[in-house]
């Protein structure tokens, strides 16, 4: 099975950097996702990571240790509409291909 | 390019009262379909997904099916809801053999 462990409230500045850490433990493995969802609204696709290490896309990096199972996304210079919920999802081996979704850790930027 | 439709936006339904909620895809072919539902304050889970038509797995017991009439319409149906089924329902896709996937606007229900 699938367990994701996220915080589920965090708070920052604008302009600030924030880190949102996640952890798994899976029966397989075969990439993890950070989703945006704001309020009332649909996922939206922010990373994918299969392989170890950073990947930066802009303000947001997504980082993954397939041997801690771990992944953390960073927001670089925070602005007032990054405020939402941000979702880690896993992808276990298999041809669906579904994912597992984290409870998501909700983000306050303050001004 | 390929779009995600899902209806209606809002649903409010009496406990005891069938359910109907439809998600089509355009612009793909033989997609990976998926139910989600989202408590308040919960992440999301997983209640079904198809690998093709009449294909369907269920990921949780529920009182909740789900159907695949066509390639790219999947139908989420209850004959009886209950109180337990409100909650922010989201239809998605994903291509055959990729991870990514897409996410319809949600279909937000209150069951009274």
């Known amino acids: 099975g699938q367990n994701i462990d996220q915080p589920t409230e965090m708070t920052a500045t604008e302009g600030a950097i924030v880190q949102i850490n996640c952890t798994y433990q899976t029966s397989g493995f075969n990439g993890l996702f950070w989703y945006q969802q704001h309020a009332g609204e649909a996922p939206t696709f922010l990373s994918y990571?299969?392989?170890?290490g950073l990947e930066e896309k802009g303000r947001f990096s997504s980082f993954l240790s397939r041997s801690k199972g771990y992944s953390y996304l960073l927001l670089k210079e925070l602005q007032m509409k990054d405020s939402a919920s941000y979702l880690c999802?896993?992808?276990?081996?298999?041809?669906?291909?579904?994912?597992?979704f984290g409870s998501g850790t909700q983000l306050t930027v303050l001004p | 390019s390929q779009t995600i439709h899902q209806w209606p936006a809002t649903l409010v339904q009496p406990v005891g009262s069938p359910l109907s909620l439809e998600c089509t895809v355009e612009?793909?072919?033989?997609?990976?379909l998926y139910w989600y539902r989202q408590a308040a304050g919960r992440g999301l889970q997983l209640l079904f997904y198809?690998?093709?038509?009449?294909?369907i797995s269920s990921e949780v017991p529920q009182n909740l099916s789900a159907s695949r009439p066509q390639d790219r319409q999947f139908i989420l149906s209850s004959k009886k809801l209950l109180l337990s089924d409100s909650g922010f329902y989201l239809c998605a896709w994903s291509v055959q053999g990729s991870t990514e996937a897409f996410f319809g606007q949600g279909t937000r229900l209150t069951v009274v």
């Open positions: 198809s690998v093709g038509i009449g294909q």
């Open positions: 999802a896993v992808t276990p081996p298999g041809s669906a291909r579904q994912l597992t």
């Open positions: 612009g793909t072919s033989n997609p990976n």
């Open positions: 990571n299969v392989l170890d």
